[in-house]
């Protein structure tokens, strides 16, 4: 029986070094694992910040000259310098929607400008309206970078456009695969973590193209932008009229991109007063024969801000909000930080 007994002390003693051993290779395990999880960040982090990112935990207070890049933006509006025409892109969270595609003869800066964005997709591709310096540049874009939704206003067919532009746009769509859309005024829909309701084309008799505009409210945390299409100020007076409905300041907006490329037919004083805007995109060509932005449409846009940008003068304008600092700022291509 001692010999038994004996025998069980020995393998008790034994399990429990053999437990001791598997208790400390856990340890180990543990601690290489944390050590290496922290070398991995420590180079993470050195890495961003040697291509100009900087990271906040939150806790951490936000330098005063802390400057974001538009890598480190989740949300951007980029007006793309086209000359005489409209083509805006916008990034939510990586999710890509592009508003208007210009003439024909920009397609080729468009599809670089995606492609220098990284966008292989758009969610979107929106049509404000049918004129030739908005669509022109669709058809080959389209064939370049697939959208999964195109999205237009809805136009009173009296006016719709009989033009070799337009045939090759409604080609365009077909042969891309997109899902069609029309919207009206009050229709909503998402890109990214951005919510964005449709605000216009609120009259159903337009008498013209300009005014069947698709006008858009893009928000993104507390930042909202408008985009105006061509819209000229029958419409805004329209606009203005039906905003009694909405919730209080509901056309305020951070970033506007003005009407009509800045023409004296857009951008009027009533509509303004509702949007304040603090930030404003003009999209122009250099010396155009339209005379846009008109003298007048920068005097009403500068009694709310300074900083109205147009593509004629500074090129491709970008605007970025950060979501992790809520700073926002404008960046040109002839003034890249």
Do not use: W
């Not at 330098?63 to 005489?84: C, W």
């Not at 208007?100 to 969610?123: F, G, M």
């Not at 858009?216 to 329209?238: A, S």
């Not at 024969?289 to 003068?313: C, F, M, N, W």
Request: negative net charge; hydrophobic residues 35%; contains cysteine.
């Amino acid at each position: 029986m001692a010999g038994k007994s004996k025998k069980k002390t020995t393998k008790n003693q034994n399990q429990s070094k053999n437990t001791m051993i598997y208790v400390i290779l856990i340890v180990i395990l543990i601690i290489v694992a944390l050590f290496a999880g922290r070398q991995e960040q420590a180079q993470q982090q050195e890495q961003e910040q040697q291509n100009g990112l900087q990271i906040f935990d939150g806790d951490e207070e936000i330098p005063e000259d802390y400057n974001f890049t538009i890598s480190d933006a989740e949300f951007q509006v980029h007006v793309i310098d086209v000359g005489q025409g409209d083509s805006i892109l916008i990034m939510a969270d990586g999710k890509a929607m592009l508003i208007d595609a210009a003439e024909s003869k920009s397609a080729n800066k468009i599809i670089s400008y995606l492609q220098a964005q990284n966008v292989t997709e758009l969610e979107y591709a929106a049509t404000t309206h049918l004129h030739a310096d908005h669509i022109g540049g669709y058809p080959k874009v389209m064939a370049a970078v697939k959208p999964k939704t195109v999205i237009e206003s809805v136009c009173p067919e009296s006016i719709l456009p009989t033009t070799q532009v337009y045939e090759k746009y409604l080609k365009a769509i077909e042969a891309s695969g997109a899902k069609y859309q029309t919207m009206k005024t009050g229709d909503t829909f998402t890109l990214g973590n951005a919510n964005i309701t449709v605000l216009a084309p609120i009259s159903e008799h337009a008498s013209s193209l300009n005014n069947t505009s698709l006008v858009l409210r893009v928000q993104y945390d507390d930042v909202v932008c408008i985009f105006t299409g061509d819209m000229e100020l029958p419409e805004e007076k329209t606009l203005v009229a039906s905003s009694v409905e909405m919730p209080e300041n509901f056309l305020k907006a951070d970033f506007l991109k003005a009407g009509h490329h800045g023409s004296d037919t857009s951008s009027g004083e009533a509509f303004l007063a509702e949007v304040q805007p603090k930030y404003v995109g003009i999209s122009c060509g250099v010396d155009n024969k339209y005379g846009h932005p008109a003298q007048s449409t920068l005097e009403h846009l500068r009694a709310y801000t300074d900083e109205v940008h147009i593509t004629a003068e500074e090129g491709d304008v970008v605007f970025l909000y950060d979501a992790d600092t809520k700073q926002e700022k404008i960046v040109t291509s002839k003034n890249e930080e």
